[in-house]
Each structure stands twice: as structure tokens, then as C-alpha cells.
């Protein structure tokens, strides 16, 4: 049976945190989750694009229950000032949305000097769903959704070099953090599993999307493939479904991975989504959690 979010019960009492949700899929599942009466935390790094897109949410939504909580994903330092915050707040949370990411940038390094992408769409994810954990674990039928990709197909971890010390690709980068955003959750839910916690952890990846996860996609690249966009990518609402179905839908089971069932997964309606053998190595899985653990200095114990 398709997922349609018109489908889905009234959220209202559940609390949703979604990170990146000022823009493109973050902004499009806060919208959503908005619209279903779940209260959302708008987990951003600027407090003005932030306010921004709360105001166009309530356009849409008068009575939307929202509300900003600064959170930089580039500095471990902010996203424990953002897990104490929440903290103090909130005795609960229902859904953890690991959404925001960086796409193939020039190398940068993050506050604490690791590659970029690494940095942002991993070990950021990885410390906040850590510090956030007591309070998820005590949520009924509370889950955590990350954000993987395509990409992940072509993703290995360089356990040598995960920051990308001696040489630097920004698409194998990009591939390596959307390969470990996967192999993260699938390691959760089997910790979750040998822990007996009812919490889940599921997967989803939007497909293609033309959103601003693209500006640093070269331009020559950009305006060349401009004509076939509409042949190989949906719109930032249609490409969040995927996200949702994992949030929302009854049918989903911790370690689940949902995205677009279209033509290579570019497009399409959300459904269970197919991914590598590597993705799942439980070997690799565990040793990229205590690389994480080690590069993010906090054991993650789920127990």
C-alpha cells in the first residue's frame, strides 16, 4: 500500500526534532510533521533562516507548534549545548530526524578539524543521537531516522583516513559519510535489538532532489544537465516522503530503509529501499561506532 502523509494519524503530544529543517528536505519534513499537529524542533545553525521558515510553515499552518533550538553540526561543542538544552526542556522526544548534510564542498575542515562531510553528516548525527538517547529511550515508540543516499553505493570507510588527511575526493568523501550515516543506523537498531529497547532506528534517502544540498555542485556541471533535472529529479516535498514514511508509517521495522522506488531511485513513490553488502557489515559497522566514539570522545552505550 503507497504512503500518503494525508493518510497519517494526528501527531499531536509527540515531539519531533529535525535537524537542518530551515531548507529543502528538513524544511519539507518539518512542514509535514507541522501539518500532522507534531510539535517540531527546528534544529538549525542560523537563527534567522531558522524564524524564516517557521514563518512560511505558519502561513501554511497558523496553529503550526514550533520552535527553534540553535544547533551547528560542524562543532561537537554546539551539539552538546543543544542536547542540554532539549534536555533540560523536554522529558521526552517521539522522533530524532538525522536530516541535515553537506554534499561534495572544496575540503573544509569542521570546528574540530575534521573533513566536512564526515564531520557534519556523521559524527555530528552520531554525538547528538548519543546525548539525545536517555531521553529517546524513554519515549514510547520513539524512532531515529538518518538520512543516507544513492551515494552510499559507492561508500567505504578509509579507516587509515577517515578525514581525508592525505589526499582529498569530495564525492568519495560525500560517499564514505552517506555509507556511515547507513551503517550507523543498522549498527543502532542491532544494539537497540540486544538491548530490548523499543526504540527503532530506520534509514531513508530522498532520491534526486534539487535542493541546496547542490551549491557546490560545479556550474558547468549544473546548467549542462539542467534539461534531463525534471527526467531524474522530484521536488523537495515529494523527495521528504521517503523521510516520512520512515517517521510516521506503521508498516516500518527498526532497520528499515525507504526511499524513492522510481527509476534508480532518482524518483518515484517512497517504499523499502535496497542497499549494499558493505552497508551492512557488521564488522565494519562496529568499528566505525568506536571510531565515533573515539573521535567524538563519548562512549554510546544504548543499554
Known amino acids: 500500500m503507497s504512503f500518503s502523509i494525508d493518510k497519517m494519524p494526528s501527531q499531536k503530544g509527540r515531539i519531533a526534532v529535525v535537524t537542518g529543517a530551515n531548507t529543502g528536505l528538513g524544511f519539507e519534513t518539518a512542514l509535514a510533521l507541522a501539518r500532522k499537529d507534531c510539535k517540531v524542533i527546528m534544529a538549525c545553525r542560523n537563527q534567522g533562516k531558522a524564524e524564516q521558515a517557521m514563518a512560511d510553515i505558519r502561513k501554511e499552518f497558523p496553529n503550526a507548534d514550533l520552535e527553534f533550538i540553535k544547533l551547528d553540526l560542524n562543532s561537537l561543542k554546539s551539539v552538546r549545548e543543544f542536547a542540554k538544552a532539549y534536555s533540560e526542556k523536554y522529558d521526552k522526544l517521539d522522533l530524532l530526524i538525522n536530516n541535515a548534510g553537506l554534499m561534495i564542498p572544496p575540503l573544509m575542515r569542521t570546528e574540530d578539524g575534521f573533513e566536512s562531510q564526515f564531520g557534519v553528516n556523521h559524527l555530528g548525527h552520531f554525538l547528538l543521537t548519543n546525548l539525545l538517547f536517555p531521553t529517546i529511550n524513554k519515549t514510547e515508540n520513539a524512532r531515529v531516522v538518518s538520512l543516507s543516499s544513492i551515494a552510499h553505493k559507492s561508500g567505504r570507510i578509509q579507516f587509515d583516513d577517515p578525514n581525508w588527511e592525505n589526499s582529498y575526493s569530495r564525492s568519495d568523501a560525500y560517499n564514505q559519510s552517506k555509507v556511515a550515516c547507513l551503517m550507523f543506523a543498522y549498527e543502532l ?74 527509476f534508480n531511485e532518482m524518483k518515484g513513490e517512497p517504499g523499502k529501499a535496497p542497499s549494499t553488502g558493505y552497508s551492512k557489515k557488521r564488522d565494519e559497522a562496529k568499528k566505525l561506532w568506536e571510531l565515533s566514539e573515539d573521535l567524538t570522545g563519548e562512549k554510546f552505550n544504548v543499554a
Open 189 to 262: 537498531q542491532r544494539r537497540l535489538n540486544d538491548a530490548g529497547s523499543k526504540v527503532i532506528s530506520v534509514a531513508a534517502h530522498p532520491g534526486v532532489s534539487d535542493t541546496e544540498l547542490g551549491r557546490y555542485v560545479p556550474k558547468a556541471l549544473y546548467f549542462l544537465f539542467t534539461p534531463l533535472l525534471p527526467f531524474v529529479t522530484h521536488k523537495p516535498k515529494k523527495a521528504a516522503l521517503p523521510t516520512l514514511m520512515a517517521a510516521l508509517d506503521s508498516v516500518v521495522a527498526g532497520g528499515d530503509y525507504y526511499g524513492p522506488t522510481g
